[in-house]
């Protein structure tokens, strides 16, 4: 009985937790949909923060669920796509107002929002029927191949448009002297991200490129 214990929790736990997700990121996208549709995109991100930053946050998550073995996903690729979304969300578009108007807010929240909307119900679908329809199986590994690039070139766009915002603020530096005897520059320290994007996003768009050819020829021979 004990034995049967530890699946049944795991699966309750990942039902919840990927339909809450999903509930999250509709609520995002419907916002900057209706955004759009009165032609207000410099009203995106006021619409969509609240949501987009709890949902964004509780991703997070993701990086125990790999630690812990609740899902096969490998600890660098989800810790590579988490590090970047959370630092656009709370250290540049939460933090420095002035990007929000910017046109790059306005394809980082479809594309993140889309992405997200296909992705949970997948595996909502899966951890309450063990099974997801092919159509959204289909859509959880083709549409990233558009979405994902989208999502990464806005990524660094906003990071690199409020630069300049970072460095004449000087928010969340620390000077020297101190008495931690240590300084912190958060203008070379995003400069620092950015360079991580060129390596870690090839690396996750080819783990996402493997995964598709294995999960579709599956699909295709069951």
């Given at each position: 009985m004990e034995a049967n214990v530890g699946p049944v929790v795991r699966r309750l736990y990942l039902f919840v937790y990927n339909w809450a997700a999903f509930f999250g990121w509709?609520?995002?996208?419907?916002?900057?949909?209706?955004?759009?549709?009165?032609?207000?995109?410099?009203?995106?991100?006021?619409?969509?923060?609240?949501?987009?930053?709890?949902?964004?946050?509780?991703?997070?998550?993701?990086?125990?669920?790999?630690?812990?073995?609740?899902?096969?996903?490998?600890v660098s690729a989800t810790i590579l796509q988490l590090i970047g979304r959370i630092f656009?969300?709370?250290?540049?578009?939460?933090?420095?107002?002035?990007?929000?108007?910017?046109?790059?807010?306005?394809s980082l929240i479809l594309a993140w929002s889309i992405a997200e909307v296909i992705r949970y119900p997948y595996y909502g679908m899966k951890e309450t029927f063990g099974f997801a329809h092919f159509w959204l199986l289909w859509l959880?590994?083709?549409?990233?191949?558009?979405?994902?690039?989208?999502?990464?070139?806005?990524?660094?766009?906003?990071?690199?448009?409020?630069?300049?915002y970072m460095k004449a603020s000087n928010k969340y530096c620390l000077q020297m002297p101190n008495k931690w005897n240590f300084s912190f520059n958060y203008h070379y320290a995003s400069v620092l991200l950015m360079g991580i994007y060129f390596p870690g996003f090839p690396h996750l768009y080819r783990y996402m490129l493997l995964r598709r050819k294995v999960v579709l020829s599956k699909a295709k021979s069951a």
């Open positions: 509709a609520q995002v996208l419907c916002y900057a949909t209706l955004a759009l549709l009165e032609r207000r995109p410099e009203a995106i991100y006021t619409a969509i923060e609240r949501p987009l930053l709890v949902t964004q946050t509780a991703a997070l998550m993701e990086i125990v669920h790999s630690l812990v073995g609740l899902v096969k996903s490998p656009v969300a709370w250290g540049v578009l939460w933090s420095f107002p002035e990007t929000r108007p910017h046109i790059l807010v306005t959880r590994y083709n549409m990233f191949i558009v979405l994902y690039p989208i999502g990464m070139l806005s990524e660094v766009g906003l990071i690199y448009v409020t630069m300049p």
